[in-house]
């Protein structure tokens, strides 16, 4: 069963279509098919993202391909990204100069 799925290779999080709990082991799937497991270190809500891998503070973040925004805080692979931890890019000001990986 497939619990995530990522839109673009180079997307550093993924979108849970159900709820996960903290400590499960998720499958994704890539838009070319190719599936991997993590394991999330925190509850993720129904749509939310988790990182695929870590993405240190003021780095982008992004989602179906597109720069989402720049983490406010060091992000751990298989961690909830949400408004907690990410400066989203719809505040310009907030999320201007974030690096690539």
Not at 5 to 23: F, Q, R, T
């Amino acid at each position: 069963m497939r619990d995530a799925i990522v839109i673009e290779d180079s997307d550093n999080v993924a979108i849970a279509v159900h709820p996960l709990k903290k400590g499960d082991e998720v499958t994704y799937t890539y838009s070319s098919g190719k599936e991997e497991k993590i394991t999330v270190r925190d509850d993720v809500p129904l749509f939310h993202k988790f990182a695929l891998r870590d993405v240190p503070e003021g780095h982008q973040v992004t989602k179906y391909g597109e720069y989402i925004g720049v983490a406010t805080q060091d992000i751990s692979k298989g961690q909830w990204v949400h408004t907690h931890n990410l400066a989203s890019s719809d505040n310009l000001e907030a999320a201007a100069g974030g690096k690539n990986e």
